[in-house]
């Protein structure tokens, strides 16, 4: 007599997720998933008749069967560790209502390499793609105003990223230990870059500013971040809101400026 075990993770459904009230009462908040679910979910934007409103902390843990999760309009807010070890995650996008992403929300997400951050959010904060070692493909929604301490830390497959115009803080460790990193775009928003926000960047080679020389000489740069100020700075301008190239300047034979 032969016996058998087997444990067969499950198809993502609506099922697998728990719902729990808001303080309000007016909307619900995701606050587990069932950890065998495997593929691709589809969050609801309603449940029982009310909108979800949030993903809480630690909702999908370590729910390393999931390949995609599509967040619903309805959500403002993803609580920390929200997906955090969620290792089989490919691709995330961030809709534009969401406002809050806590604290490592994607941290060690180790499959996962596109994300796409949506215009509300006004603050990338600590750690939320820490440990993202296959992503390769950001787009930053245009009202970040803050890539928080250690935010893309050890994503070792980025090799470019832009910084869109308004950001004004660049943290600390915000980059360090992207190996990969050769790249980077800074608006003239910018005023501060934190300490080691680009320690270990050892690939770093050319940094692109739209702005003066002035406007970068004024942006504080903090310590330990040589591969920044080490690299190529190529001066840019904004024309039409976009950062282009700075042509050599032309002259017209006769003209005194």
């Not at 995701?30 to 409103?53: F, M, Q, R, Y």
């Not at 619903?72 to 609580?79: D, E, K, N, R």
């Not at 020389?213 to 903090?222: P, T």
Request: charged share 10%; glycine share 10%.
């Amino acid at each position: 007599l032969l016996t058998v075990s087997l444990i067969v993770s499950q198809a993502a459904d609506v099922g697998d997720l728990v719902f729990t009230p808001n303080s309000s009462g007016n909307g619900y908040i995701i606050s587990d998933c069932d950890p065998t679910a495997s593929g691709a979910l589809v969050i609801p934007d309603t449940h029982e008749g009310k909108p979800v409103v949030a993903i809480g902390s630690e909702a999908f843990m370590d729910c390393t069967n999931l390949t995609a999760v599509t967040i619903p309009g309805s959500v403002t807010s993803i609580g920390w560790y929200a997906f955090s070890g969620c290792t089989g995650l490919t691709d995330i996008t961030i809709p534009d209502n969401v406002t809050t992403i806590d604290w490592f929300a994607f941290g060690d997400c180790t499959a996962l390499t596109n994300v796409t951050i949506g215009s509300g959010v006004a603050v990338i904060d600590a750690g939320t793609f820490s440990g993202c070692s296959s992503l390769t493909n950001v787009t930053i929604g245009t009202n970040v105003k803050e890539i928080g301490w250690s935010a893309f830390k050890n994503c070792t497959k980025l090799s470019s990223i832009t910084i869109p115009s308004g950001v004004s803080t660049i943290d600390r460790y915000a980059f360090t230990g992207c190996t990969a990193l050769a790249t980077v775009a800074i608006p003239n928003s910018v005023t501060g870059i934190g300490d080691g926000a680009f320690y270990g960047c050892s690939k770093l080679s050319t940094v692109i500013f739209c702005g003066t020389q002035n406007e970068w000489n004024a942006v504080s740069k903090g310590n330990s971040n040589t591969p920044l100020t080490g690299a190529t700075l190529q001066l840019h301008k904004y024309v039409n809101g976009s950062c282009v190239i700075c042509q050599p300047a032309e002259f017209i034979y006769g003209d005194s400026n």
